[in-house]
């Protein structure tokens, strides 16, 4: 198959390329400047500059484009950010892939902030109602930017994903430190759920999304059994051979973060209800396997 990913050079773009390519389909990367290689054409996602010709010839368009919502502080500034850098590129993918003669498939990144920031024990599958606030509602306008490929009869794909485990990207690149010094912590209270997928199975789902015709839709991109964040932080602490009971106080997180607490105090007890649907197989589905596959 012929594959055009944005977002190519972050983590997921660079594991979901190798595997692709190792599966024999041809992988065209996206990139914003320099002297494309043979495998890149430019573009520019903000004013919707692209070769119309690479999505013309393609069968299915990735977009993985995002900046992090992680970096603190989350000033007003660093919002526009994280919104435009999700909106624009989804945008301009979708406006060319319905100006293809021949619409290619588009799977487009999202979150599972989608259902809200603290849904408590609620089982959030890919039917639960949208939810509100900051990361919500930029979830919202994100998925929304791909309205003109879905009404162009495209086949269209929304990875709702959840934490993605690997030992030097997103959250596990700032709590290992801390875990391996013994100093690992539970934050509050830790009843909160947190949903996470090993970036193994991230990547071979997204894979059969891509080579899966008979799919579109929201498919959420966690584990099959969600831990609580007391779970998470013992089970880390036993993969690393640490003790781990130290508490974080709510209130310090919050007097430390302001709203980006909610994220780390929120509950989102997400299922892949879609995936499991689809027949996949997850190689890591508990959170002892996935963090030792992270840990390798």
């Known amino acids: 198959m012929e594959v055009v990913i944005g977002g190519a050079s972050g983590f997921l773009g660079t594991a979901l390329t190798q595997h692709l ?44 484009s995002g900046a992090s919502v992680s970096h603190w502080p989350r000033t007003q500034k660093r919002r526009r950010l994280i919104r435009e850098s999700r909106t624009s590129p989804t945008s301009t993918l979708a406006k060319a892939v319905a100006a293809s003669a021949n619409p290619p498939a588009l799977i487009s990144a999202s979150g599972m902030s989608h259902y809200g920031v603290d849904c408590g024990d609620e089982v959030l599958t890919e039917k639960s109602a949208p939810g509100h606030g900051f990361l919500p509602d930029v979830v919202h306008a994100w998925e929304a930017a791909a309205s003109p490929a879905v009404e162009a009869g495209a086949r269209v794909c929304f990875i709702r994903t959840t934490l993605v485990l690997k030992a030097r990207e997103g959250l596990l690149r700032f709590m290992l430190p801390f875990w391996k010094l013994g100093l690992g912590a539970r934050l509050g209270h830790g009843r909160q759920y947190m949903s996470f997928i090993s970036l193994n199975d991230w990547v071979g789902a997204a894979t059969l999304l891509i080579e899966s015709p008979e799919l579109s839709g929201p498919f959420n991109f966690g584990a099959p059994v969600p831990v609580t964040n007391a779970e998470f932080t013992d089970t880390l602490g036993a993969v690393v051979h640490r003790p781990t009971f130290l508490v974080a106080p709510r209130f310090a997180i919050k ?3 302001g709203s980006m607490a909610d994220d780390l105090l929120g509950s989102m007890r997400v299922s892949p209800s879609a995936l499991v649907d689809a027949g996949f197989t997850f190689g890591e589905p508990d959170l002892t396997s996935a963090l030792k596959a992270a840990l390798r």
Do not use: F, M
């Not at 996602?45 to 692209?50: A, C, K, S």
């Open 21 to 64: 390519r190792q599966r024999g389909h041809q992988v065209t990367r996206l990139v914003r400047s320099g002297d494309p290689a043979d495998d890149a054409s430019l573009w520019d996602p903000y004013t919707g500059r692209i070769d119309q010709i690479v999505i013309d010839r393609a069968d299915v368009v990735v977009n993985l």
């Open 255 to 257: 007097a430390a973060l």
